[in-house]
């Protein structure tokens, strides 16, 4: 990261990856050997026997949420965890978390049966030629050159990844289901020099998890040091009542 340690705090810039939507996002920049924020004895129990690295990481994460919801309005800050990994949130707010190379970030808002937000963040580097291969689908490779990723174009190729994991965890609390990375694609890509943007995802095939929303989806980036972090906000077009 070429951006200076800090402990969780109001990212306001990063509330525009997410508009039409009084969300509210908490970031945070730590080093290894630093403090790992304490947790209560369930949360704690969840990472017993991971490492210092993925307890602290979990822990600010943790720690970013609760500060995302407290901001947003909400008089719970805990979130707990599903036997899956994925976070639970109070009841009536929705959210997201994420975390790359010591930076952790955190989106909240008040929950809506009719559409659901994603964050990620990942390493400009994030992704080399084996990665491509495994999460870029043929076009999305092409775009960016070919089937090897020029050291020069990883940061757009990490954009089109993070834009897909933020979906991925955008649509999950809906369909509790995930999707191949080849089942979506971004159709509208990221130029060379740029460090924020908004690309366009579209379904790249026909799923009933992707029935489930209206298609194309926005996904806005933003580029924080060394970090690229994505929002995506999904719309259901059938809504639970």
Known sequence: MVVASHAPERN?????????????VVDAVH????????????????????????????????????????AAGSTDTRVDRHVDRSPIWPAGWTGSIAHSSGYVVAVAARRSDGW????????????DDDVAREVLTPNELAELGGSSVALGRRREATVVFAAK?????????????????????????????????????????????????????EARW????EVVV???KVARTVVDH
Request: proline fraction near 5%; include cysteine.
């Open 116 to 127: 659901g937000i994603g964050i990620d963040a990942e390493h400009i580097d994030a992704v």
């Open 31 to 70: 080093h290894d050997g630093g403090p790992i924020p304490p947790l209560d004895v369930e949360l704690a129990a969840s990472v017993d026997g991971a490492t210092d690295a993925r307890r602290r990481e979990f822990a600010i994460g943790r720690r970013c949420a609760a500060i995302a919801l407290a």
């Open 222 to 225: 933003t580029l924080l040091g």
């Open 165 to 217: 994991e933020a979906f991925f965890k955008a649509q999950y609390p809906f369909t509790g289901r995930w999707v191949n990375f080849s089942d979506v694609e971004l159709v509208q890509h990221v130029a060379a020099g740029e460090r924020s943007g908004v690309a366009t995802l579209r379904a790249g095939a026909a799923t009933a998890v992707l029935g489930e929303f209206d298609w194309p989806i």
């Open 230 to 232: 994505v929002g995506v």
């Open 12 to 24: 306001r810039a990063l509330d525009r990856l997410f508009p039409n939507v009084d969300a509210v």
